[in-house]
């Protein structure tokens, strides 16, 4: 590559710091609201920094529900289903993932119809999951929401990890079986524990997109299942817009979010392409 | 063994599609009282002589044209930028990464506070600026304003995505082959846009594809930042679907859009699949 010039390099740390100061701004604003008085809130111009950095909003914002809108139900329910879906999706998704990768079964037609599911908009599949889910009481039930949040995970998991097995060299599977191993041992003896990164990145994206999902939390839950992404609308609207304690319920929220930006970085763009794209 | 997730698939996937190509075909209203009725293709013709749903293809065209378009150009704008770099380039991508991984609702909430007429930064931003001249400015009340301040919120989460995937595509382009093009005594712009940007272009089209695809369903941020008002102007077909089934309650009216919007997600599934193998099979990456 040719030298760059220093005024090049000068326009080009400004260009990115730039970029970086707008796409973290509106997170580190709603960091610092979240410690904010209401004064301080409803004040202008707006106060950046807060005198003080109180935990009051936190507290308010966890109690367990007196009103059923508890920041602590919200953490509660998004575990329980994003943990719940992350399992299950795993759990099918990788046997599955293997036999396509290395026999695969059903052809391009069963993998893309694969695929496609996970493409399904989901005010699609809302409408007649919700009449089901209501016919087998499912509403408002931590197994419903993993249900439904399965439909797009497990064509994901599948998906992803078919990609990992496809660049395990195929060798030693074969060698175990041609020493007697049945093919599901070959999967679950040498096959799985060579894909462990594989597994690793499918599970946690799964979870953060349940973590993350919002229109089925909508749709099917009413106040015994509340996921964190439900609770920061329904503190929004009406008269009083109560900032700080969404934002310390966003806080909340996001962290998981943070700390799987920062640790996966090189995996991201994998598992956000579907495999098509490594990074 | 694929057998278990098929079976599990097929249950929760085809089961709701088999029951929305039948509710297609069928008026069933809710608040009506009335049982479901044969009609035909009514929903159909109801969906197409619509001029809401017609209103809401259109915003949902803008998002995807201009809010897509706008990520595929600032994410390789930024990539370029990233890739000229050396130093601490890898924490530089997880941070800007943070928006992209976050919940849109909660990235909704953020740009609640950030758009606020009266105590937003936005307009805070805008008065200092222009001395004053500014001021107050109600982004998400604005009718032309409403759907790009929607569309911003998009761009935000998503550019970053697209800037980490075109890097990645950058990083794999074979360093002769900038050499050679060096030595045949190329501009660095032309370098750019003769050999890298071709060169690129399956994964560009990769990541553009996804998010044409995610911001064909746009819903959460809509419904976090002005719940497709003022009027209808930020209403998306996703969000009026909703608004169909779940407030309306026109159960079959619903489905047949469900199923329109199904259509057009396969074709787009369909194109992203024939790239994947392409950009798979050696072509680029």
Known sequence: ?279 | MAFPAVAVLLGITIFPLLYVLRLTVVSWELTTGFPAQFVGLQNFVRALTDPRFWNAMKNTGTLVVAGVGLQAVLGTGLALELNRIRRSRTLLMSLLLIPTMIAPVIAGFQFRMIYHDQFGPLNYLFEVITGGRFRGYAWLASPPVALWAVMWTDVWQWTPFMAVLVLAGLQAIPSELLEAAEVDGATGSQTVWRVVLPILLPVITIGTLIRLMDTFKLFDIVYQLTGGGPGNVTETIAYYTYLQGFKFFSLGYTAAMAFLQLIVITIVAQRFLHYQERVRGGVAV
């Open chain 1, 1 to 279: 590559m040719k030298r760059h010039s220093r005024a090049r390099r000068v326009l080009g740390a400004v260009i990115l710091a730039t970029a970086l100061a707008i796409f973290l701004f509106p997170v580190v604003w709603m960091f610092l609201t979240s410690f904010k008085s209401e004064a301080e809130f409803f004040s202008y111009p707006p106060v950046f920094i807060p005198k003080s950095f109180s935990l009051v909003n936190y507290l308010n914002a966890m109690r367990f529900p007196p009103d059923g809108r508890g920041g602590l139900q919200g953490v509660r329910d998004s575990l329980i289903v994003s943990s719940g879906s992350m399992a299950v999706s795993l759990l099918l998704g990788a046997p599955a993932a293997y036999s396509f990768a290395r026999y695969r079964t059903g052809g391009p037609n069963l993998s893309f119809w694969v695929l496609s599911t996970r493409m399904f908009p989901p005010v699609a599949s809302a409408l007649p999951l919700f009449l089901l889910f209501r016919s087998l009481h499912l509403l408002d039930t931590h197994l419903g929401l993993i249900i439904a949040n399965t439909v797009f995970n497990l064509p994901f998991a599948i998906w992803l990890l078919k990609g990992f097995f496809e660049d395990l060299p195929a060798e030693l599977e074969e060698a175990a079986l041609v020493d007697g191993a049945t093919i599901f041992n070959a999967f679950r003896r040498i096959a799985l524990p060579l894909v462990a990164p594989g597994l690793v990145v499918t599970a946690l994206l799964s979870f953060i997109f349940t973590w993350n999902e919002f229109m089925f939390a909508l749709l099917f839950t009413r106040s015994d299942v509340r996921t964190l992404t439900i609770i920061v609308p329904s503190l929004v609207g009406g008269h009083e817009i109560l900032w700080g304690e969404i934002a310390a319920v966003g806080v909340v929220a996001i962290i998981p979010n943070v700390l799987l930006a920062l640790l996966l970085q090189r995996y991201l763009v994998r598992g956000l392409t579907l495999g098509a794209v490594k990074g």
